[in-house]
């Protein structure tokens, strides 16, 4: 490797640094770890070696359940010549009988790097004030900056570049996925507009931070509870499910009361832009082939949630390639912030 540039990229910004949310990153600094993603990407599809962290060991911790950001993880590890361990509430003393900094100091003396999927912020950002190597967030309540990066190069493959583009987030968009992807669209100088009930619109404070960003980059940030006007000539409209983890089974009566008129369905999506794409982080409640779903269906009578099937299936839809540039650009932050170069 020569000189921290590897594949015309200049990675050197990124070496030691936690990834716990977007805020922490520039404009370029992201644009720089996409472009990383894309050449990853390219490299694993024509099966190009790419082991830039040979030898390393790497810990995930996962204290709720996940598919796609726990295979992208092992499956980048894989590539990237680094052996990842496993840890989960049931198998390890992290908050019961170990707290948070000293299960921080105790990792860091064994791994390259620290993965952690849980509750609040604040136990991440613990851990990487405690750890002695770069840590990453694989979402907490407030965050979930991985995905941001994988909905980002798949919506740049899609349109050529972000910049200027439209995106509506619909639904529960004062959680983790509103949270992230208002921030990431204020950096990448997109229009974003979150597009709910008054009391699930994105926190204040966060708002007018994302707000002051987009003055910087040329982009901007709605609140509209009209889902008609928020979609109106949208690029992108995205939704998450309208309970998230570690949220109660009871909330699930009221989320459906509340949230139906903000389905994505055939009529919304009439709203948007002619070449409008569909995306969803995943998982997602579109048919009735979920335990959930049946269980919601038999309570509430309810055989879609958050998007319609037909949404889903649609030529629109690119939910499964956001899911397969998970691993892409997980494999970009993995290897920019401990890779050898
Ligand atoms: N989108 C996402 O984070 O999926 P998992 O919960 O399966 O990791
Ligand atoms: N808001 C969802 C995102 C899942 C990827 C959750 O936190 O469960």
Known sequence: MNGGNTMGINMDAFKGRDFLKLLDFTSDEIKALLDFSAELKEKKKN????????????ALIFEKSST???????VACCDLGIHPVHLDPRSSQMGKKESIPD???????????IEYRGYGQDIVEEIAEYADVPV?????DDAHPTQILA?????REKFGSLEGKKLIFIGDSGFNMGHSLMIGCAKMGMHFVACSPEKYLPRKPLVDKAREIAKETGGSVTLETDPSKAAKDADIIYTDVWVSMGEPDEVWKERIDDLMPYQVNAKLMSYASPDCIFMHCLPAFHDL?????????QKFGVTEMEVTDEVFESKASVVFDEAENRMHTIKAVIAATIGEW
């Open 103 to 113: 299960t921080a100091r105790v990792l860091s003396r064994m791994f390259d790097g």
């Open 136 to 140: 990453w967030n694989g979402l907490t």
């Open 68 to 74: 796609r950001t726990r295979c992208a993880f092992e």
């Open 289 to 297: 082939r979920t335990g959930i779903g049946r269980e919601n269906y």
């Open 151 to 155: 909905d980002f190069l798949t919506a």
């Open 47 to 58: 099966r190009v070696p790419h082991r830039l962290c040979d030898g390393k060991s790497v």
